[in-house]
């Protein structure tokens, strides 16, 4: 039986026992080939899906799911979502009205290519590495794909499916000059498998590790702050966080009160876009089948609003925003999609600190407060010119004074995957607290 099958087969028995009904189903297949000595070391080739339903009852809501497809599995699953719906305490639960979706293919053959070439990809970034006379040793490279579809249907006439993926390539490195020995990792992501360019890759690696080699302790103080892409869209993955309807019932947002209020400068819009063209996370729909449609959640410093799937909604009063997220194997919850902080008009930088990377972003901050304390890396400039790298150090303050502080962002947007599917330019702090010697 096929998920199409096993779909028509648990809404026909549904509507036969007269239940509400939403079957998801969701199939990944994930491929990694690591290279190492400059050949193939390993492939790794590994799928999995199943079927979930969720089943309403009174008002209550039941889980349950399958990796099987057979008639046996799809008569448990729903007997086992009907007893776990009766179990429930709450009665507020329902299922959203829907409509035919239809199938959308957002990757195509953007996947589509010999295996030969990936392992020469691969290989590939590992031997330019190598290249570099300051590269003390390869721990990794691998190649990555992933691709996953998933479909939908519901006794309240929904019905839809979509595929999507992505493709990459990585590194885990280490470089030397002097005594000064650096471990870095990097990655290069995208939609399609012949965008993917290893020469220029490896060279981007190696220029973002080597602007660490040589670094100096830097000096306490309060200096201007220019965050990097990599670095900014770790703080971004908190405000994710801070913005999700989710979070936002549980007290464990300190924005929950402050809809219509100015939270960030002026010059800050963050927007979720789940239609982004070519985005790594677009989706025509979410998990509960709502179409699914940009959303600019801070305009301009005011926060206008936050994600939502329908219950969320429903329970704090405020709009669907088509964000409802589960696997088949899980209840339903909230999260974002394409999710970036709008290009500004760009950034000169004068004299201050170029904050490269974080760590201990999710340890070293509290949501609920907005107060963080993280160790950082990064480069020394003066007179607008790096000087060299800076370490042991920490950056600290306040999360909400952090974003109205924001003096600049830079006029190219960046993708990351440091903490989520995340973009941002780089972006200019006028004033941040630093301790370190």
Request: charged content about 25%; hydrophobic content about 35%.
């Amino acid at each position: 039986m096929t998920y199409e099958q096993a779909k028509d087969y648990l809404l026909k028995r549904a509507k036969e026992l007269n239940l509400e009904l939403e079957v998801l189903a969701t199939e990944s297949r994930e491929l990694e080939l690591d290279s190492l000595h400059e050949r193939l070391a390993k492939t790794s080739i590994s799928s999995q899906g199943g079927i979930g339903v969720r089943v309403i009852i009174d008002g209550k809501a039941g889980y349950a799911s399958t990796e099987e497809k057979n008639q046996e599995a799809l008569e448990w699953v729903l007997s086992e979502a009907k007893e776990n719906a009766e179990l429930q305490t709450t009665s507020d639960a329902f299922l959203p009205q829907g409509e035919n979706m239809g199938k959308a293919d957002l990757v195509g053959e953007g996947l589509s290519a010999p295996i030969e070439e990936k392992i020469a990809a691969v290989v590939g970034l590992e031997h330019n590495l190598r290249q570099d006379s300051r590269l003390k040793s390869v721990a990794m490279t691998r190649y990555i794909e992933s691709e996953s579809s998933t479909t939908i249907a519901s006794t309240k006439n929904l019905d839809g499916s979509y595929r999507n993926g992505y493709t990459g390539v990585y590194g885990v490195f280490v470089m030397q000059e002097g005594d000064s020995i650096k471990q870095s990792f990097d990655i290069d992501i995208s939609k399609e498998f012949y965008s993917l360019d290893p020469t220029v890759t490896a060279q981007k690696m190696i220029k973002n590790a080597a602007r660490s080699l040589g670094a100096k302790d830097l000096k306490t103080g309060k200096y201007k702050a220019y965050f990097e892409p990599r670095a900014f869209s770790q703080m971004l993955g908190l405000l994710q966080f801070m913005l999700n309807g989710k979070t936002v019932l549980e007290g464990k947002s300190l924005l929950a009160d402050k809809l219509g209020q100015t939270v960030a400068s002026s010059l800050v819009s963050i927007v979720d876009d789940p239609n982004l063209e070519k985005g790594l996370a677009s989706h025509p729909f979410d998990s509960e089948g709502t179409k699914t449609k940009a959303i600019t959640l801070i305009e301009n410093g005011v926060l206008k609003s936050f994600l939502h799937n329908s219950a969320t909604a429903k329970e704090t009063g405020q709009a669907n925003t088509g964000h409802a997220s589960r696997s088949y194997k899980s209840s339903l919850g909230v999260s974002a999609s394409n999710f970036y902080l709008k290009e500004g008009s760009g950034i000169k930088m004068d004299k201050g600190i170029i904050v490269t990377d974080l760590m201990g972003v999710h340890a070293g901050v509290n949501p609920i407060s907005g107060d963080f304390s993280l160790q950082a890396f990064g480069i020394l400039v003066e007179d607008g010119k790096e000087q060299h790298a800076v370490e042991n150090f920490a950056i600290s303050g306040n999360f909400i004074d952090l974003l109205q502080n924001i003096s600049a962002i830079g006029d190219k947007l960046e993708w990351t995957l440091y903490a989520g599917i995340i973009g941002t330019p780089m972006v200019e702090v006028s004033e941040l607290s630093f301790a370190g010697s």
